[in-house]
């Protein structure tokens, strides 16, 4: 898809508020089809840098920095 086919115009406006987080996705019928409800990754456990997501839905960075030999 272009940026002409949209008519869009440049440059982009990137918005600084986002939807609401979301934790879990079900179906019409009842049946899940993502649970992050029971992750338990936090910040430091994951390597410095690294973009994950919580529990809550949230985006998140890692803070762990591995101990120096």
Known sequence: MSILKNNLTLPFVIPT??????????????????????????????????TFINSEGKIETGTYVPPAN
């Open 17 to 50: 508020t986002f939807p609401a987080s979301v934790n879990k996705v079900a179906l019409g019928n009842g049946e899940t089809l993502i649970d992050l409800t029971t992750l338990t990754v936090t910040p430091d456990k994951v390597f410095k840098g690294v």
